[in-house]
T-cell receptor, first 113, second 114 residues
Framework: NAGVMQNPRHLVRRRGQEARLRCSPMKGHSHVYWYRQLPEEGLKFMVYLQKENIIDESGMPKERFSAEFPKEGPSILRIQQVVRGDSAAYFC???????????FGAGTRLSVL | DAKTTQPTSMDCAEGRAANLPCNHSTISGNEYVYWYRQIHSQGPQYIIHGLKNNETNEMASLIITEDRKSSTLILPHATLRDTAVYYC???????????????FGQGTILTVHP
């Protein structure tokens, strides 16, 4: 049973470009969570999605960031007009139900030049 | 919603048991105690969780006090590969702001040395 798959593992963008991070949950999991880890800081919750719905986006920056989890395909975290402060590791997790064990992917390291 | 407090760092000799404490004095009745660890910059790894009974799996044991205000994660025979940051987190399965949302604190940096 494959784990949570994130791609790309590393992403380099120039300031002003768009970044798209993808997350495929574990088989049988319909709940997806995104977390961000800034350099030398702890993991922070960003957003929680269930198929086609955003359940909790209390940790998402108000501008430039969006997330989706369509009926078919992976969850996407999209960052528009990236700035150097967006450089971080972005982790995705999935669970079978809300409040159950969350399993994490290996993360996407975003570097903004 | 419960906040957890953990020591900043701990050391353990290889082959010995590592006992990592966590205080969660304001935990509510529907909040489980979860333990995760993050090895270097990898994705967090689930270890174990429990509500009020002690739990054991192939990785670790979790001892929760009867009043549920604190718990201890036990790695019975620590190896060098257990060096990581260990996080104790309260997670609700039925409402509240910790419902489905992991709140990571600073965790405990466990260093296992030869």
């Amino acid at each position: 049973n494959a784990g949570v798959m994130q791609n790309p593992r590393h992403l380099v963008r120039r300031r002003g470009q768009e970044a798209r991070l993808r997350c495929s949950p574990m088989k049988g999991h319909s709940h997806v969570y995104w977390y961000r880890q800034l350099p030398e800081e702890g993991l922070k919750f960003m957003v929680y999605l269930q198929k086609e719905n955003i359940i909790d986006e209390s940790g998402m920056p108000k501008e430039r960031f969006s997330a989706e989890f369509p009926k078919e395909g992976p969850s996407i975290l999209r960052i528009q007009q990236v700035v150097r402060g967006d450089s971080a590791a972005y982790f995705c997790a999935s669970s079978r139900d809300r409040g159950n064990i969350q399993y994490f992917g290996a993360g996407t390291r975003l570097s903004v030049l | 919603d419960a906040k957890t407090t953990q020591p900043t760092s701990m050391d353990c000799a290889e082959g010995r048991a590592a006992n990592l404490p966590c205080n969660h004095s304001t935990i509510s009745g529907n909040e489980y105690v979860y333990w995760y660890r993050q090895i270097h910059s990898q994705g967090p790894q689930y270890i174990i969780h429990g509500l009020k009974n002690n739990e054991t799996n192939e990785m670790a044991s979790l001892i929760i006090t009867e009043d549920r205000k604190s718990s201890t994660l036990i790695l019975p025979h620590a190896t060098l590969r257990d060096t990581a940051v260990y996080y104790c987190i309260a997670l609700s399965n039925a409402g509240g702001t910790s419902y489905g949302k992991l709140t990571f604190g600073q965790g405990t940096i466990l260093t296992v040395h030869p």
